[in-house]
């Protein structure tokens, strides 16, 4: 369809909302925006009032946990 809206996929994106953040790394909801909110969070984004998460950072600091 013309008016169809194409989706980029999740790896392609420079920023993820916190729902698509969840469902990439299969971490929960409430788990994301909790780390979002810590100080020094080298992912968050802050667009006016929404968090966006910046995927590659997410992704760094992901593999250099070993709990979460």
């Known amino acids: 369809m013309a ?15 916190i729902r698509e953040a969840a469902e990439y790394s299969n971490i929960g909801i409430n788990k994301i925006d909790a780390m979002l909110k810590q100080p020094n969070c080298p992912f968050v984004l802050f667009v006016g009032n929404k968090k966006l998460v910046k995927r590659r950072e997410f992704e760094d600091f992901i593999r250099a946990q070993l709990t979460i």
């Open 3 to 17: 008016n169809e809206i194409e989706k980029v996929p999740i790896p392609q994106k420079l920023t993820l909302t």
